[in-house]
């Protein structure tokens, strides 16, 4: 793609990339951080992970981190235009869907699709944690935060908030 | 939800059409107190309080924006707002939902931008981001459950297959896609019972 202008680079990976994310922001988070740091050089692993618990702590959807991406890159343009490039397409795709989708409401290949959809985005999902936890975790309590924090999510309703404060203290007492 | 035996057989819509501000409204409400996924919020304010979907609809309505690509909630404002507002529904939904969280967050971008190199702040973030990874391992395990229990079960393979090729041959996301996807729908339909 064109490397000249960042603007663009960044529209352009974000549209193509929102068409791929089924199964929402999360499923999208392994290519985003391929794009950002591995192929375009955007920005560092940790630059990344930061990028990310930002978006954690955030109020809003948690698509968010495309614009905080879009930001580091090149500023408010970088935001505005990162945003609009991972919404926009699939907002119209979903406007247009949702006026015809009811009425196959019980049809052989809705279903299909639907059902056939699902797996496709658990493993998507699942990549992110990992690609998240490499990129997240470089020591043992690092990864013990991850994991306990999987355990508390998993087996108790505990507002995450809490979980984000108990580990962002860890981190500020330097274990990490 | 039960005194009122008509709401299920008429469109969802007919009940309690809100207004384009009030959409605006409740999506601005549901964005700012979201924290760590709207979701839970987006059901409580339409369903709970406003009154505006019954929890079936909500469901329906939801699994479409799911299976959609791109972010969830934000198709979902798009096709709940549609329902009830059509194009300008949808905008002002999404506009509700997108507009106080990137104002928020495009000034944490920049304090980032002046900060990020502060050792304190790039320990707590650190942490943040680990415990951060743990949420969704939480989130994978919650919605590998149903997938994995049933037996004879196309799922896991696809998820165990997409897991592989995004994760750890950093395979591009659409190339999986393109190959997945279809592969995964077919074998839905192959397995599905017949009627």
Redo the contacts between chains.
């Keep these: 793609m064109n490397d000249d202008n960042p603007l663009i680079a960044l529209f352009g990976y974000f549209a ?11 499923a ?1 988070i ?2 985003m951080h ?1 794009v950002a740091v ?1 192929v375009m050089h955007w920005m560092s692993d ?2 990344f ?16 981190v495309v ?2 991406i879009g ?2 890159v090149a500023g ?1 343009a970088g ?1 505005a235009v990162a ?1 609009v490039g ?2 926009g ?3 119209v ?3 247009v ?3 015809f ?1 009811d009425r196959f409401k019980d049809a ?2 809705r ?23 490499r ?4 020591n043992v309590f ?2 013990l ?10 087996w108790s309703k505990v ?3 809490w ?2 404060l ?9 274990w ?1 | 939800m039960s005194d009122q035996p008509l709401a299920d057989s008429v469109a969802p819509i007919t009940a309690a059409a809100p207004s384009l501000g009030e959409l605006f409204r409740a999506f601005a409400l549901v964005s700012i107190s979201g924290f760590g996924g709207a979701l839970p919020w987006a059901r409580r304010m339409i369903v709970e309080q406003r009154k505006w979907m019954t929890a079936e609809e909500f469901n329906e309505t939801f699994s479409l924006s799911q299976f959609l690509p791109g972010p969830n909630l934000i198709n979902f404002s798009v096709v709940y707002g549609s329902r009830f507002g059509g194009a300008a529904g949808a905008a002002v939904a999404l506009a509700g939902l997108l507009g106080p969280p990137l104002v928020i967050v495009t000034i944490l971008a920049a304090l980032y931008a002046h900060f990020g190199d502060l050792a304190v702040l790039t320990r707590i973030l650190g942490g943040i981001a680990s415990a951060a990874a743990g949420l969704i391992i939480a989130n994978v395990a919650k919605m590998a459950e149903p997938l994995f229990r049933r037996r004879w079960n196309f799922a896991p393979f696809v998820a165990i297959v997409g897991f592989v090729a995004v994760a750890l041959m950093r395979w591009p996301l659409p190339y999986v896609f393109a190959v997945l996807a279809p592969v995964s729908v077919a074998l839905a339909w192959i397995w599905m019972p017949r009627r």
Excluded: K
């Design positions: 193509l990339l929102s068409l791929f994310a089924v199964g929402g922001a999360n999208a392994p290519e391929r591995d940790r630059q992970a930061d990028n990310f618990a930002i978006a954690q702590i955030s109020p809003g959807p948690n698509v968010i614009t905080l930001y580091h408010l935001a945003t991972m919404c397409p699939t907002c795709m979903a406007f869907v949702a006026r989708w052989r290949w279903i299909a699709i639907q059902a056939g959809l699902v797996p496709v985005s658990l493993g998507l999902i699942a990549a992110s944690a990992f690609v998240l936890a990129a997240a975790d470089h690092a990864a935060i991850t994991v306990a924090t999987a355990a508390v999510a998993y507002n995450p908030l979980v984000f108990a580990a962002g203290l860890v981190g500020l007492a330097g990490l």
